[in-house]
Structures are given as structure tokens and as C-alpha cells.
């Protein structure tokens, strides 16, 4: 598959002129195309994909292929970057079309849903296999002017459904239940039917917001989270523990009522797509009129407390900062997790809590909270001898968290310093990113 679209990503570059060749990819997918002098746009563009990984490829494709609307090229990228993937096999795909029926599309036609996703007309019949009259005629015929003649199975079958990325095969499941295909019961009945099969194979269709009161459905791999949603962040803590109170218990509204220069605090609603960077950035920016995200970089590393975690936070932003842009979730150092009210310190008999601050937390699609620690010595000992108390103290809140959902990472102090130190943190996160579907 990658050979493949080697070839098809050499193709797009080869039918350039030169002068395309040295801005064109540039503009369009980040790739940089030398011009030695006398060198054949062959030479130059295997010139410029030589040192390029499988997924550099992927991603390089699907840049190319949103472009110029290259559906060949993009299922070309989609099937590398799902190789590793748990697959969406044929048979549940076959068992989705029989929840369905023969009814795909609800309220819309099918060719109006359809054909979002599945090219049906020429030039792309031949890649998903049609022959003959338009695909789209025969969809429109058999499935809208005169509905029962094609089930939704037969559709499948017609369109490349059973065979395409299952990106592509979700991005259709999720037409079949928007709002505008179906709603209220109807809706709700398709999604949770749909569901027990998906879940077989390890997806679901998942509640993602809201359409002038409808919800909204999207597909992604079923994975459990953490429940609720977070409704306020205080991290970047830098000093002594803050005092806070509420100043709206019913909205959950709170303020600082003391040490308000040690912390800060996102109280923004934070949905089922997580925090990301740029959202961070833009609350800042309201916060201070004028700041701006190097601004921020600053404030957040006052709060760091070892070189090590400095070495984790620098590079994850050097790393993904421009490989991400708009989608690269946000590190949040020094985040608590649980927090005493200054009034509980006055009860007797209470109990401590554990793992009161996070050395780093992201928030991630899917209510996915990822907890980030650098261990130092402090975290094995106790009056600078070995303690088994600390330890175990350790891994019970380790234990506790993941029970809650959370998923826990820890790196040695030492892991984060050195000449390998940075190969090791974009490991890390390159799989972090790669478990999670979050895509470069």
C-alpha cells in the first residue's frame, strides 16, 4: 500500500510544471521540493519523497487529496494510517446495513448522502467499481424515486462501503443519523441500535454536540474515559496553594480568594473534543488583552519545577506546534486534580487526599484525560532515604485514577535529560497520538 502511494503522490507532483513543483506543494501539504540545476521533476520529486516515512506519505496525501478531491488518494492515505488500527470488518459493516434496511438516508435523498463520501459519478466509478450507467442515476433510481428496490446491503455493495477506510464508512454512518436524516425517536432508536453492532469491533457513534436542539453523532473508536465533563481547570501553579471559593455554587462559578498570582484557572466549557492549544491561546488572550501564545508559553513554564519536565514541555510544542497547528491538544502543567476548601483544614479525622496536582494533564477527544508524570527521587523517598510508605502511597492514587478513567504515563527524571531525551518524548507522544486517532 505505501508503494502505492508513493506512486500516486509522485504522480500529482510529476504532472506539475517546475515552476508549480518549487511553490505548489509548498502551499498546499508543507513539502518542500529542491531544484538542483538540470535536474529532471522526476528527479526532483523523488528528490523530495526519499527520506519520507509511510505516514509522512499518509499525511502528505491527504493534504494533496482535500486539495484537488482526489478520492483514490485519499483512501490510498486513510488504509496506511488504519493498517495498524483495530479494523471495521465486513461483517459489521453487513450487520450496519441490515439495522438500516433499506432506508440510508431518513429524511434526505441517498444520493444527497451518499455522495459526500462516495463519488458517483465519472471520473471515480471505476474506483469503487460501478460500471455502466452513472452510479449516481442508479442510486437515485433504485433508492429515492423507487425506494425497497436496493436495501441498504445491496447500496454497500454498489458504492465500495464493505471495502472502503473506515474513516469513510463512519463519516457515512454519521449522515444516516444527523438530524437532518433523522430525529427525536427515530434518531435516538438508529444510534443505539447501531451502537450494539459497532461496539463489537470497538466503535460507536458518539453524542458530539448539538444542531438547533438535535444532537449531533460522531463515529470513533469506543474507548471509556472518564466520566462528566471537566468544568474547571487550575493549573500552572507556581507557588503557594491558592485559597478558593465559589462565587456561584449553582453555576459552579468559582474565584480566588487568595494567592490569585500562584494559578491560573480555564473556566470555559470544555466539550467532548477535549482542550486544545489553540483554545487555551484564545482564553489568554482575554485574560490579558494582547497576549499572545509565546506569552503564555512563558507563564506556564514559571510553573515548571524540574529541568526534566522543562525538557518534556519544550519539546512536545517544538515537535507538534506547527505539525498539529489548530488540532494540538494542550499541555497543561502543575494541574490539581483534587482540591481542599481552606475551611476542611479545620476539621479533624479527615481524610488526606492523594495526588492533589498533576504534573501534566491533556484533555483529549472523547473525554480521554491523559496524566503525564516526571518522577524524581521525591517520589520514592522520604527524608532522602528509600520509603515504601511513599511508593505505595504512589501507585494507590496510580490505581484510583485508572479505575476513574485516566490514563497515567510516568517517565524517570533521567529519561528527559540527555541527547536521547527528545527522541524519547516524540516517541512517547507519537504513539500517545497514534492510540488516541489523533492525526498530523
Not at 432506508?103 to 444520493?111: F, N, Q, S, Y
Not at 510508605?389 to 485516566?406: C, P, Q
Request: net charge negative.
Amino acid at each position: 500500500m505505501a508503494g502505492d502511494l508513493y506512486g500516486l503522490i509522485a504522480g500529482v507532483l510529476q504532472a506539475m510544471t517546475h515552476a508549480e513543483l518549487s511553490e505548489a506543494p509548498q502551499r498546499i501539504a508543507g513539502l518542500f521540493v529542491p531544484h538542483p540545476e538540470g535536474f529532471s521533476k522526476r528527479q526532483r520529486v523523488e528528490l523530495a519523497l526519499e527520506n519520507l516515512t509511510r505516514e509522512d506519505l499518509a499525511q502528505l496525501a491527504l493534504k494533496f487529496a482535500a486539495h484537488s478531491s482526489d478520492v483514490a488518494l485519499d483512501e490510498a492515505a486513510r488504509k496506511v494510517l488504519e493498517a495498524a488500527d483495530p479494523p471495521l470488518t465486513h461483517i459489521t459493516r453487513r450487520d450496519i446495513a441490515r439495522v438500516l434496511g433499506d432506508d440510508l438516508a431518513g429524511e434526505r435523498t441517498t444520493v444527497e448522502v451518499v455522495e459526500r463520501y462516495f463519488p458517483l459519478s465519472s471520473p471515480f466509478e471505476a474506483f469503487f467499481g460501478s460500471s455502466g450507467r452513472s452510479m449516481r442515476d442508479l442510486v437515485a433510481r433504485h433508492m429515492d424515486h423507487n425506494p425497497g428496490d436496493w436495501s441498504v446491503e445491496d447500496l454497500f455493495g454498489k458504492i465500495g462501503a464493505f471495502a472502503c477506510s473506515t474513516a469513510r464508512f463512519g463519516a457515512l454512518i454519521e449522515e444516516a443519523v444527523h438530524p437532518l436524516s433523522r430525529s427525536g425517536d427515530e434518531q435516538s432508536q438508529a444510534v443505539a441500535a447501531l451502537n450494539k453492532v459497532l461496539g463489537r469491533d470497538g466503535f460507536e457513534l458518539a453524542h458530539d454536540g448539538e444542531l438547533s436542539g438535535h444532537p449531533i453523532f460522531s463515529f470513533r473508536p469506543l474507548l471509556r474515559g472518564v466520566g462528566g465533563r471537566p468544568k474547571n481547570l487550575i493549573f500552572a501553579s507556581r507557588g503557594p496553594k491558592p485559597e478558593i471559593g465559589f462565587a456561584d455554587a449553582i453555576n459552579n462559578d468559582i474565584v480566588i480568594l487568595s494567592g490569585e498570582e500562584s494559578c491560573l484557572i480555564y473556566d470555559r466549557p470544555i466539550g467532548a473534543s477535549g482542550l486544545l492549544w489553540s483554545e487555551l491561546v484564545a482564553w489568554w488572550g482575554e485574560v490579558i488583552p494582547g497576549a499572545d501564545a509565546a506569552n503564555l508559553g512563558a507563564r506556564l513554564k514559571e510553573s515548571l519545577a524540574s529541568d526534566a519536565e522543562r525538557r518534556l514541555f519544550a519539546t512536545y510544542f517544538k515537535a507538534y506546534r506547527s505539525a498539529l497547528g489548530q488540532s494540538l491538544p494542550a499541555l497543561l502543567p502543575q494541574v490539581y486534580l483534587h482540591y481542599d476548601p481552606a475551611v476542611v483544614k479545620a476539621l479533624r479525622h479527615r481524610l488526606p487526599l492523594l495526588r492533589q496536582r498533576m504534573d501534566f494533564l491533556m484533555l483529549l477527544p472523547g473525554r480521554q484525560r491523559i496524566v503525564i508524570e516526571v518522577d524524581g527521587k521525591h517520589h520514592f523517598s522520604e527524608n532522602g532515604e528509600p520509603s515504601l510508605k511513599v511508593y505505595a502511597d504512589m501507585v494507590s492514587a496510580d490505581r484510583e485514577l485508572r479505575l476513574a478513567g485516566y490514563e497515567i504515563y510516568r517517565f524517570g527524571a533521567n529519561e528527559l535529560v540527555g541527547d536521547a531525551a527528545e527522541a524519547r518524548i516524540t516517541g512517547f507522544f507519537e504513539r500517545l497520538f497514534r492510540l488516541h486517532r489523533i492525526r498530523q
